[in-house]
């Protein structure tokens, strides 16, 4: 666990960018990195997919947030979540994630290790995954939805205590 006198976050931003909506954690990870001062406790990577090279970080952070596609909910595109690990089982299906190691499989790891942290994933439903050709960019409805996911992000690292403030353009 991180010092106790100051606690840490870190947001993984999970995603390809070269697969449409499966980028809108990069696309998350590019505006805050653009539009918002980030405070030295709070580390964000742009993870591509999660592997179990991540698992160092639940022992070193407090706050591990993913930001990730998310498939199968029924719900529109562009429509933001957030859920507990466990709510993004081991499982396809709504509410799972669009890449095979899923937060609660790093969780399970470090757990494991005897490792500790808060966990939780904020993601979007998608409208096109995986588009036939390499495509750059996000379909129109996550596209106009990303500040909120943005937002979102802000919100929970906010209400753990990590004030990310708005650059002044």
């Known amino acids: 666990m991180?010092?106790?006198?100051?606690?840490?976050?870190?947001?993984?931003?999970?995603?390809?960018?070269?697969?449409?909506?499966?980028?809108?954690?990069?696309?998350?990870?590019?505006?805050?990195?653009?539009?918002?001062?980030i405070p030295d406790n709070v580390q964000l990577f742009d993870v591509g997919c999660m592997s179990l090279d991540m698992l160092p970080y639940v022992d070193?952070?407090?706050?591990?947030?993913?930001?990730?596609?998310v498939d199968g909910t029924g719900d529109a595109p562009g429509t933001v979540y957030r859920f507990e690990p466990d709510a993004m089982a081991r499982h396809s299906g709504p509410e799972a994630s669009l890449h095979d190691l899923k937060l609660v499989d790093l969780f399970d790891a470090a757990s494991l290790m005897g490792f500790e942290a808060e966990g939780y994933c904020l993601g979007m439903q998608v409208g096109n995954p995986s588009p036939s050709e390499f495509t750059v960019g996000l379909t129109p409805e996550c596209a106009?939805?990303?500040?909120?996911?943005?937002?979102?992000?802000?919100a929970e690292l906010h209400?753990?205590?990590?004030?990310?403030?708005?650059?002044?353009?």
Not at 12 to 18: A, D, E, I, P, Q
Not at 60 to 69: F, G, S
């Open 144 to 154: 106009e939805a990303l500040p909120l996911l943005v937002e979102t992000v802000v």
């Open 2 to 37: 991180a010092d106790a006198g100051q606690r840490r976050a870190v947001v993984f931003c999970v995603g390809n960018r070269l697969m449409l909506d499966d980028g809108v954690g990069p696309a998350v990870y590019d505006r805050l990195v653009a539009d918002y001062l």
């Open 159 to 169: 209400r753990r205590g990590f004030v990310l403030e708005k650059k002044i353009s």
């Open 60 to 69: 070193d952070y407090d706050v591990v947030l993913t930001v990730d596609a």
